[in-house]
């Protein structure tokens, strides 16, 4: 069924209208040395969605996609491979192939200037110093799509930032953030049926 979904979405002559399709996006790094690290929060997240919801990931070109249909919209899940510093590479790409409008875009991401678990969504914005969305907004030519932000809080002495964010979370630490996983989850779906707007309200004070 993925597989046969996959194919349908991303061939060149389909069928389905722009509109309908999304591109979420879980910022990360890959290999065994990242995992369970604070700064590949948008891999885990992404992770927790697809085990709630059946989903697999497949290798594909600068990423692993996962694709769900939801009321009849078609969703791209990826977690790129391109490594955090070149995620546009690989958000650009996809962003072509599957012929997704910008405001279709959703990317998860860590965000140091929020207090752990914290939640924030916005329709634009700054990179705010993430190399991540730093890179995408150089390869898009601008910062005007959406992102939620999770805090990972900012307890690491001066000058230890990035040990910090590439250090792995503390048991304590990964039961708060597991907590906020499933209106993470609540918040992705309401995203893609309601709009940034309405995601904002919702969730931006939860």
């Known amino acids: 069924m993925f597989s046969s979904l996959l194919a349908k979405f991303i061939r060149e002559k389909t069928h389905i209208e722009p509109e309908m399709k999304f591109l979420i996006v879980g910022l990360g790094n890959i290999g065994p040395e ?8 948008g891999f885990q997240v992404l992770d927790f969605y697809a085990g709630q919801n059946d989903l697999v990931f497949e290798p594909r ?17 990826l977690k790129p491979s391109t490594y955090m510093n070149l995620s546009g590479k690989a958000i650009r790409y996809w962003l072509e192939k599957g012929k997704i409008p910008i405001e279709n875009l959703l990317v998860v991401v860590d965000d140091l200037n929020l207090p752990l678990g914290a939640i924030r969504l916005r329709g634009k914005g700054s990179d705010g110093g993430h190399n991540g969305l730093k890179n995408i907004c150089q390869l898009l030519g601008h910062c005007n799509f959406s992102r939620l932000r999770f805090g990972i809080g900012n307890d690491f002495p001066s000058g230890r930032q990035v040990d910090y964010v590439l250090g792995r979370w503390s048991q304590e630490e990964w039961q708060a953030v597991e907590e906020r996983l499933p209106i993470i989850s609540q918040a992705i779906e309401t995203f893609v049926l309601e709009g940034i707007s309405r995601a904002m309200s919702k969730f931006n004070s939860k």
């Open 61 to 77: 070109r600068y990423g692993d996609l996962a694709l769900k249909k939801l009321r009849g919209r078609y969703v791209y899940f």
């Open 34 to 41: 990242y995992e369970h690290t604070r700064h590949n929060l």
